[in-house]
């Protein structure tokens, strides 16, 4: 029986003896508020139709436009007020962002239903408080490099927007797209003003397909205009599930993407068309999940006797029992049937199964996705996909953790014979400033510290940093720097040679070369260990708000080669886009570079702290200070594999390996040491 149905309560409210209420914050432009309380309305409808009856309370929704507040102030006061129990919404990942931040201060539940941002969702997994109702976008990147696979491409290109939605697909884009086998002739990230310039850049590249990343219709339809006046057959454009938010318009006549989308194996369509008249649009299935999920939740926190809706959310999708579809009258009767005689039923919804990642529970493993395109003016869907768990470490995790499957090959027979080592120098470098660069400074003292404790002098490691972050106004910890909220003190007798801010790449490239200064010793039997991390860009590496090209810095390194500054050397970049430097440095004598990214590829950050309010690490430099904690003996390529495996997002990537030595044998250790 379908639960599309126009009855009211008949004698309810005498029955109920407590009422829950819930905030909603969506956008009503464009005629949205109508689709949002569509499913909204419905799904308190049909909850309370149950639980008025069985349990005696009833849930009830505060209505607030996203688009007429200031999110963080709406927030900070809805996150406070004890009389909501949980929050929906908002839609855009930026505002989403904001409202994590301000419900993780006081524990509020918080389902944003299609906020995609994976950054936004990595901040903050396993925090308790965040019910996220779709995947984030690495999955729907893959599902759109798999559907230009499908339809024949072999090579792709990006254009992306400069902001929180548009991250997670310049992040992602080209790491998946090598994975998935194609070749990426171009990425660009544009802003209001340079979003022609770009996209006919790309397009006159001719690749075989252009994915549009699109936040907004205003940005859609200026998209869809320049896609109409290319008369190539080259590229075909897929869009992103922003477009799929158009009015129906002949204009955009041939317009295809991917979109998220109710599972249709739930019914949920048949019984929208039914009550509405109308297929159901972008989110209706997700708003409806998430207000069966906030209700269920608060029905499981009354059964228990608290207000803990967060711990009754986890208990209601960690139950593995038969399925009983809750998009339905007899299937949420049942439910919530079930939950109060305590049977551990899984709860499916319009969206389809409601599993979460069994350690972080904070989004959904598996989205619907479905391929659209505009014919005679409307929406017409050609097929359903799911994203490929394959490619993930585990089935069962969320899916920033994706399998690397393209591991370089080195031969093993290759050897160099060197003169006997005699001692050690090493340069570390944090190129960035500001508290919310605050990761990189972290990692490069927690290198130095390190090196410090296997015994090198302090007058053999030369570190640059800005130095700005230990009494910085933001910093709850003054005087402290860490890696973890509840980390050791990495501030401590830590001398800064220079701040990057203050001196530019040359002054700083002419103090190390400069014989006279002997800041690095003329010496052929010294190894040299040189840990960069930072920013990157696709024209270079970020000084302070300089940028270095890759060719100056593969230039600097090849001057010291020349004159012998070190026997062997071995570079470790954790930025964005390493790799391009990594290929400046190739036959180079006696140097081995090691990347966190290729040359197309974003690095990623790691460990975010909600106290801190800040990312405290890098991905690569995190597996790379854990694996240095286990065992000082590994070889290079052990410590490639590593890196390789356990860096997230990105092709960790060796360079020079054949000028250098046998990396099976080599050791890590002779760059650790000073004997």
Known sequence: MSSCTTEKFVGLDEQVRKD???AVVLPYSDGMEEQWRHSIDWALEDLNKSLIPQRGIRITAEWYNEDDYSIKDLFTSLAEKTDIYAIIGPLYS???AIASECCAKTGKPLLPALASSEQMMRAYAGKGFLWCLTENDISQCEVLLTKAIQKGAKTVSLITSDDLYGQTFSDWFAFEAKELGLSVYGMEVYTDTDLEEKMRKLISGQPDCLICVSPNNGITKRMNDIRRSVSNDKPFFLFSDGAFLLPKDKNYEGMEGVVQTHDPSSGFQISYETRYGKSPSFGNAHFYDATL???LGILQADIDGNDDVNEAIKHIVSMDGDEINACTDEGMNRIVS???????????GASGKLHFDPT????????VYCHWTVYQGKHLILEYNTSDDSNRTYASVVNWNWRVTQMQDFIYSNTTEYAPKKDLYALIISAAKGWTNYRHQADAYAVYQRLRENGL?????ILVADDDLAYNALNPTPGSVR??????????????YRHPSDISWKEYEKMIVDNEDCILPSDSTTNLLVYWVGHGTPKGLQWADQTVRADEIGSFFNTLAKERRFRKALLLFDTCYSGMVGAKCEDIPGLLCITAANAMETS????YSPFYNTWMSNSFSDALLGMLDKDRHQSLYEVYSTLYNQTIGSHVSVYNAERFDNLHKAGINEFLYPR
């Open 483 to 496: 890696l973890s909220d509840n980390g050791n003190n990495l501030y401590t007798d830590i001398p800064i």
């Open 457 to 461: 002098d302090k007058k053999h490691i």
């Open 293 to 295: 999920l906030a209700g």
């Open 20 to 22: 829950y209420h819930i």
């Open 360 to 367: 972080l529970y904070t989004n959904v493993l598996h989205s």
């Open 338 to 348: 079930s939950i109060l005689r305590k049977e551990r039923h899984h709860v499916t």
């Open 604 to 607: 990623k950050a790691n460990r």
């Open 94 to 96: 930026a505002h989403a």
